[in-house]
């Protein structure tokens, strides 16, 4: 199916806020493209060398159906930087960009094989910034997507793409399964009496 397509890479952090003493940081980012009534979440893989200074440069694809400018208004492209830890993820901060910004900023590349690199603050949960997100956009007119989608992670709101339905398991006529009940019952009689002659 042809549609248009919001490519993402996410390239790397730095500076981030700390937000475990004792042990690493193990920091992935969660995307999420949102409108007014619906979001699709796809995620990078863990990065568990750099600390408060990952890398992933990883990209995700999202469908962007032909909307006009007002519709394209409504959606909202958001980075949620996540610590990894086995007792709960913690929250580290995220970063917000209006998808209107980011086509302007995609068709304004002039190199088409080399999209503009975005960096923007990381916005923390107390409303302060601390640290910068790193990425880059690219718009695809036309497109066929064919995105196999990343690892989902153990929160609600999955990935919202449809997926392919499988055919419903056959069910099996009401004549076969009394058959069978009947037979499963006789079975047990038998082996009930077998048994209670033995005991005598």
Request: charged letters at 25%; hydrophobic letters at 35%.
């Amino acid at each position: 199916m042809e549609r248009n397509c919001l490519e993402v890479t996410v390239v790397s952090a730095r500076d981030l806020k700390g937000v475990r003493k004792l042990f690493k940081m193990k920091v992935y980012v969660m995307v999420v493209l949102a409108s007014s009534d619906k979001e699709h979440f796809k995620r990078t893989p863990i990065d568990k060398e750099g600390r408060t200074n990952p890398n992933w440069n990883f990209s995700v694809t999202f469908d962007v159906e032909n909307h006009s400018d007002v519709q394209l208004n409504e959606y909202t492209l958001t980075f949620k930087l996540f610590c990894k830890r086995k007792l709960g993820d913690k929250y580290i901060g995220e970063v917000s960009v209006p998808i209107q910004d980011l086509l302007r900023a995609a068709s304004g590349g002039t190199d088409s094989n080399s999209p503009p690199v975005i960096t923007r603050p990381v916005r923390l949960e107390s409303g302060y910034t601390q640290g910068v997100l790193t990425f880059s956009c690219r718009f695809h007119e036309g497109s066929v997507v064919n995105d196999s989608g990343v690892p989902q992670p153990q929160f609600s709101g999955l990935d919202q793409s449809p997926q392919h339905s499988q055919p419903a398991p056959e069910r099996p006529s009401l004549r076969r399964s009394l058959t069978t009940k009947v037979q499963q019952l006789v079975t047990s009689v038998a082996a009930q009496v077998i048994a209670d002659e033995i005991m005598d």
